[in-house]
């Protein structure tokens, strides 16, 4: 029996001045609410519906009726890493990928791709620019237990410490994307993308 797959989107519930607070301090509270709303939602819009996996939004500080169209969940109480093995670990039987709710590039072939790596390896990551990640997937749910152990999560060394947790198998890398963290990272988007998500009214 061939099991489903299964996408986590790891998202903060839009709150003014709770989002993107990076981001905030170079483009103001508000812009920094409404880039994260509208990346948000143009990703969800973009994978819930795609019939080669089942999506649900993880949501923190807890479920909100938002957006529509996509089940939730509440992340929970603890750290970055207890909380997302905590929503992977609750998906139904098959491999289970997470990605983060703020790369404006990402979309359906990328899941697609990291599903696809999961047929002949353990576990597959997208690597960011800055050392961390926007994608994990594990093929094997006991590969959750520990899986982010001692992590130093928002610094150069977030993948490489979870790569470490993994030593002897079999891992894939997808490409390298970038998250929007900065004001400068904004402009980096806008320079490439002009009708990507600004914040603007």
């Given at each position: 029996m061939t099991l489903r797959?299964?996408?986590?989107?790891?998202?903060?519930?839009?709150?003014?001045?709770?989002?993107?607070r990076r981001l905030a301090r170079d483009v103001g509270a508000l812009a920094a609410w409404r880039f994260h709303r509208q990346t948000t939602e143009r990703l969800v819009r973009r994978l819930a519906r795609d019939p080669r996996w089942r999506c649900v939004l993880a949501v923190t500080p807890?479920?909100?009726?938002?957006?529509?169209?996509?089940?939730?969940?509440?992340?929970?109480?603890g750290d970055l890493g207890q909380r997302m093995a905590r929503a992977m670990a609750a998906q139904p039987p098959g491999p289970v990928v997470l990605v983060g709710s703020d790369i404006p590039d990402l979309g359906p072939a990328h899941i697609a791709r990291a599903f696809r790596a999961l047929a002949g390896h353990d576990a597959v990551f997208g690597p960011a620019e800055d050392g961390g990640y926007w994608l994990v997937g594990v093929r094997d749910r006991a590969l959750l237990n520990g899986l982010f152990r001692g992590v130093r999560w928002s610094t150069a060394h977030t993948l490489a410490d979870t790569l470490a947790n993994l030593a002897g198998r079999r891992i894939a890398r997808l490409d390298v994307l970038d998250d929007v963290d900065t004001g400068s990272d904004l402009e980096r988007l806008l320079s490439r993308r002009p009708g990507a998500p600004s914040g603007g009214a």
């Open positions: 797959h299964h996408l986590v989107i790891f998202a903060r519930a839009p709150r003014l001045g709770r989002v993107k807890e479920p909100a009726r938002w957006p529509p169209g996509i089940p939730r969940l509440a992340q929970g109480p």
